[in-house]
């Protein structure tokens, strides 16, 4: 079945510092993949997204490319903020598990100024 | 864009009690909607596929006496947690998808019910 490994955190960064999340995939079929952030008591946001190989997907200085060689799908910000402290989720859908999202964990990012 | 209102957003009850979280598509139409579990510090749990006009499906290991899903129009989704107990205690997360929009770019979700059950 699909599945979605994301690094584990807690992750903790000063403000302007560069950031990866890891994130690899198995599923059947072609999916699409997206990143997803939530903010504190409060649901998920889509962030970002790419439905095929070598897509990149972007948003708010986010982004993400589709490698299907390696099966990933690590998320890049060159420099962050504070407000960007939340947990971000990796996940695919699409493929042959059409209509459901398998998360990852979730990965905890806390930014310090 | 498309946004989905979940009510509550928080809600204590006691336990044996029953509670009505409920999911709307404010502008689009949604066939299938889906519900997720969060427990703390965890990932999101698929709950059941809701589908209109139709019985919900099941993830293997969740109890659909326990969860009740009706989603009675295009726009509307609910779920009941019936008898509740503290172990049912969580953060409950409902995801519509816009029919026009296909499943590439349709899952917009809801701003989650906390739910305690005491």
């Known amino acids: 079945g699909n599945s979605v490994t994301q690094m584990e955190g807690p992750v903790t960064l000063s403000e302007e510092a560069f950031l990866t999340i890891n994130c690899t995939y198995t599923?059947?079929?072609?999916?699409?993949l997206f990143w997803y952030v939530q903010y504190p008591g409060e649901g998920l946001q889509l962030l970002l997204k790419?439905?095929?190989?070598?897509d990149k997907g972007s948003n708010k200085g986010f982004e993400a490319t589709y490698r299907k060689e390696t099966t990933s799908f690590h998320l890049e910000k060159g420099s962050v903020q504070v407000s960007d402290s939340a947990v971000y989720f990796c996940?695919?859908?699409?493929?042959?598990?059409?209509?459901?999202?398998?998360f990852g964990q979730g990965t905890i990012l806390t930014v310090h100024p | 864009g498309a946004v989905v209102s979940q009510h509550p957003s928080r809600v204590i009850c006691k336990s044996g009690t029953s509670v009505k979280i409920e999911c709307r598509s404010l502008?689009?139409?949604?066939?299938?909607m889906f519900w997720y579990r969060q427990f703390p510090k965890k990932s999101l749990m698929l709950m059941a596929t809701?589908?209109?006009?139709?019985?919900?499906?099941?993830e293997q290991g969740v109890e659909k006496d326990k969860f009740l899903i009706n989603h009675a129009s295009l726009t509307l989704s609910t779920l009941t947690v019936t008898s509740a107990h503290p172990e049912d205690s969580s953060f409950y997360i409902c995801?519509?998808?816009?029919?026009?929009?296909?499943?590439?770019?349709?899952?917009?979700f809801g701003s989650g019910t906390r739910l305690t059950v005491v």
């Open positions: 995801s519509a998808r816009d029919n026009s929009q296909g499943a590439i770019n349709g899952y917009t």
């Open positions: 599923a059947t079929g072609y999916p699409s």
């Open positions: 790419a439905t095929k190989a070598d």
């Open positions: 996940a695919l859908g699409g493929g042959t598990s059409y209509g459901k999202l398998t």
């Open positions: 502008d689009f139409q949604a066939t299938t």
């Open positions: 809701s589908n209109e006009g139709s019985k919900a499906t099941y």
